[in-house]
């Protein structure tokens, strides 16, 4: 038996042009050729030789009449390049760029791209391919409640697209693909900008009131830890500005108590693990005390992680509870609502932007963009309104 777990025995047919072979554990013979560049095989699920032979040849010259045809194209397929693509990304960012981001690439070709365009050669994905397949996702899944088609986000699109473009790069850098075609979408406007969803000063008092008090008075006594840790994770979140997958990885050796700050107030110090690697965070007093409870009530040593779990289902409950799951654009609160209070709590203070952009590990020009309406803060009228002398 082969090493490829096929046993030795070979036929040849057409001048060496087909072969037949059986594999190990199957009673049907298989037949392989190579068109348009590419090894082709299939089962004849045909037990006696002679007549997987005249299977065999005829699977051949059916595939030679669509190759004339142009049906088969030559060349690398898509499957090919994603995993060049895969491997590649994989070792060249190591360190780089986050474990979850690459197995994110990898999830969204294996699930979404794969199955639509996967064998097809690379120079066959035109624009028009990829307008089918954004019309495909957003046509495919049916909501099983309405009935209605049920559309992935804007966001998902966009990184969908993100990840496709990857993997023609890949194919165009190794010369499979002559030049990259346009996959930009059509009859696109001005995406709007939506603020994002976060608690007003009045809001955030009333919520963390709420999970104070559940977790002073749990419905159940077996819930005491869990409403205790939500409580601390609230109020550590907006005194900190972490995204939550930060603050999930978060380990006790991860963080100093320092004092710091203009009135050299106990703050933390945190070394952030995110999805462009480590960055640093200073946060605000009001951090250093729930940060202490949940190194106490759970005994933490050095390597442990402060959050293993999110209190997800609870945080949502208190939400509902209050009436204050959507915020008054009817956008839904979740737990990235509170980096975004702390971010507005900032500017709404006057702190700088670039300042808040640093500690945040994101961008002036995404602040700007998505917290806009509480720059007015920071705005200097007697800056502004100047006017000549006439």
């Known amino acids: 038996m082969a ?20 594999r190990a554990n199957s009673p049907h013979w298989q037949s392989a050729c190579s068109i348009a560049g590419q090894q082709r095989r299939t089962s004849t699920k045909e037990e006696s030789l002679s007549r997987a ?22 060349g690398v397929t898509f499957r090919t390049a994603a995993e060049h693509f895969v491997k590649e990304f994989e070792v060249i960012t190591e360190g780089e760029r986050n474990k979850d981001y690459v197995e994110s690439l990898a999830m969204r070709i294996r699930v979404h791209l794969l199955p639509f365009m996967g064998d097809r050669v690379v120079t066959e994905i035109t624009p028009g391919l990829v307008q089918e397949y954004r019309v ?3 046509t495919s899944r049916i909501d099983k409640k309405t009935g ?20 023609l790069k890949t194919a165009n850098r190794h010369g499979w693909l002559p030049y990259m075609p346009d996959i930009s979408a059509p009859y696109k406007m001005s995406g709007k900008i939506a603020h994002r969803a976060w608690f007003s000063p009045d809001e955030y008092k009333t919520f963390y009131k709420a999970t104070g008090e559940r977790a002073k008075n749990p419905k159940k006594e077996r819930w005491r830890t869990a409403c205790e840790d939500l409580h601390d994770y609230v109020l550590f979140m907006v005194n900190s500005g972490l995204r939550p997958d930060e603050a999930k990885r978060i380990e006790l050796r991860d963080i100093d108590i320092v004092a710091d700050g203009p009135g ?3 703050i933390l110090h945190i070394a952030v693990r995110g999805k462009r690697g480590v960055g640093y ?3 605000m007093p009001g951090a250093v005390i729930p940060f202490k409870r949940m190194k106490e009530r759970h005994s933490l040593e050095p390597n442990q992680l402060l959050f293993p779990k999110i209190q997800r289902e609870l945080f949502n409950t208190l939400l509902d509870e209050l009436g204050m799951k959507h915020d008054r654009e ?29 500690n945040c590990r994101t961008s002036v020009e995404m602040i700007e963009k998505y917290y806009a309406s509480h720059i007015k803060n920071m705005l200097d009228a007697s800056a502004i309104n100047v006017r000549r002398a006439k």
């Open 281 to 283: 965070c200073k946060t």
């Open 53 to 74: 032979k005249d299977v065999a040849r005829d699977w051949y010259l059916g595939l030679m009449g669509k190759y004339r045809a142009g049906e088969l194209k030559e």
């Open 136 to 138: 495909h996702r957003m």
């Open 330 to 358: 009817g956008n839904p609160r979740t737990s990235y609502s509170l980096r975004h209070t702390y971010i507005c709590f900032r500017l709404m203070e006057g702190a700088d932007i670039y300042q808040i952009a640093k």
């Open 264 to 266: 050299n107030e106990e």
């Open 3 to 22: 090493s490829d777990g096929t046993m030795t025995t070979r036929h040849s047919l057409l001048d060496n042009k087909v072969q037949l072979y059986m």
């Open 148 to 167: 209605l088609p049920k559309r992935p986000s804007r966001s998902t699109m966009h990184h969908e697209i993100i990840t496709l473009r990857h993997v």
